[in-house]
């Protein structure tokens, strides 16, 4: 995240000055948040707000803000949404994190509608500053990346709240189309850790009679995530049984299917 600078919207513009100062506190202690590394969720919350009240009221300006964030600045309101959807992400990451599974969930529903709002901002460009409209900020397939990787992470907190194939398999599918929609995410690990876990639920959903493609699946979970003691005991079960009783050929035909763009739309729509 960029450090900001702050604004005194009670200087610059003509209206209610109670609450443009209220404006320009809270994107202070916004600002104190990202410099002391704090989650500063609740008070960010408040100042998009008061941002959005201020740009929705009959204010005017006796000069432009300057919104600075980092080594970039405009005069654009739009820029300013945009960086406060992003730290209202960050942050619902962070608070999901450090909760329990099913204290997370709406943490995780509300990061991914952050960044689908933020989506919804940039459609309302009609002119981008060209210092700026490089930045990954200001792409869509950005957010929708981000969007798409917290919507696997809503998926992969409900396998830990109960481990089975549905979750996981959703939650590795969406990992895989995030990686391919913005390549800058760094999720390789989230990739191999997911694909694994949903390739053992998989193995568990076939019978015995199927004995050598539960070997070879467990057989790729296991180059993808060693260090799991449970894909470690399956392998081996699996394995000796097919050794011993069943001699089937180690070979499968179960493969996990990818996702699309209109998939993770019509998933979206019912994440809740």
């Not at 957010?143 to 798409?148: F, Q, S």
Request: glycine share 2%; with cysteine; aromatic share 12%.
């Amino acid at each position: 995240m960029n450090n900001t600078h702050p604004i005194y919207f009670e200087r610059i513009l003509e209206g209610d000055n109670t609450q443009l100062i209220k404006a320009s506190e809270l994107r202070r202690k916004v600002s104190q948040s990202i410099e002391y590394k704090n989650n500063g969720y609740d008070t960010c919350l408040q100042y998009y707000a008061e941002l959005q009240n201020i740009m929705n009221s009959n204010v005017t300006c006796k000069e432009q803000p300057l919104f600075i964030w980092g080594d970039y600045s405009t005069t654009c309101w739009l820029y300013e949404q945009l960086n406060i959807l992003t730290l209202l992400s960050h942050w619902s990451i962070e608070k999901a994190v450090d909760n329990t599974p099913k204290d997370a969930k709406d943490w995780y529903l509300k990061s991914v509608r952050y960044e689908m709002d933020a989506l919804t901002i940039l459609k309302k460009y009609l002119w981008k500053d060209s210092s700026i409209s490089n930045l990954a900020i200001m792409q869509d397939r950005f957010h929708l990346g981000k969007a798409i990787l917290y919507a696997s992470d809503y998926y992969y907190n409900m396998y830990n709240f109960k481990e089975c194939l549905e979750p996981i398999r959703r939650s590795y599918q969406l990992t895989e189309l995030a990686s391919h929609v913005w390549k800058g995410l760094t999720i390789d690990d989230k990739l191999k850790t997911r694909k694994a876990l949903a390739l053992r639920q998989l193995a568990h959903r076939l019978t015995d009679d199927d004995c050598g493609q539960r070997v070879a699946l467990m057989e790729e979970a296991n180059e993808l995530l060693p260090s799991d003691i449970n894909i470690s005991n399956d392998l081996k079960r699996w394995r000796g049984q097919n050794d011993s009783v069943y001699y089937h050929a180690v070979e499968t035909d179960k493969t996990i299917n990818v996702l699309c763009l209109h998939d993770f739309f019509q998933i979206l729509s019912t994440m809740k």
